[in-house]
């Protein structure tokens, strides 16, 4: 079991940037996958990025590629968000979340691990 908790979203105006970061307790983290999605207002949880147990490799949606950067601190237990050049349309809900095992493929990932989720704004 791991427990995972968001902390670092807010309101920004557009062009500017905020950090996530995701905090875990439990079990060692660095055995985990770890990732964020998002949930808009009256749309359905998407992917947006989850990078590997050893940092070497990441996954991005198409939607934030070149903007977000993903990373990870096993020694820390935490995994941050860095989301750059953010839009209006980047308003949602932000979810850390974790899983022992990859898909390969976001949308076809399941963490089994949950956070409460973060409000991120984004002002035109």
């Known amino acids: 079991q791991v427990q995972l908790a968001e902390s670092g979203g807010g309101l920004v105006q557009a062009g500017g940037s905020l950090r996530l970061s995701c905090a875990a307790s439990g079990r060692a983290f660095s055995s985990y996958v770890g990732g964020w999605f998002r949930q808009a207002p009256g749309k359905e949880r998407e992917f947006v990025a989850a990078?590997?147990?050893?940092?070497?490799?990441?996954y991005y949606a198409d939607s934030v590629k070149g903007r977000f950067t993903i990373s990870r601190d096993n020694a820390k237990n935490s995994v941050y968000l860095q989301m750059n050049d953010l839009k209006p349309e980047d308003t949602a809900v932000y979810s850390c979340?974790?899983?022992?095992?990859?898909?390969?493929?976001?949308?076809?990932?399941?963490?089994?691990?949950w956070g409460q989720g973060t409000q991120v704004t984004v002002s035109s």
């Open positions: 979340a974790a899983d022992l095992t990859w898909a390969g493929y976001g949308s076809r990932w399941f963490p089994h691990f």
């Open positions: 990078i590997n147990r050893s940092s070497g490799s990441t």
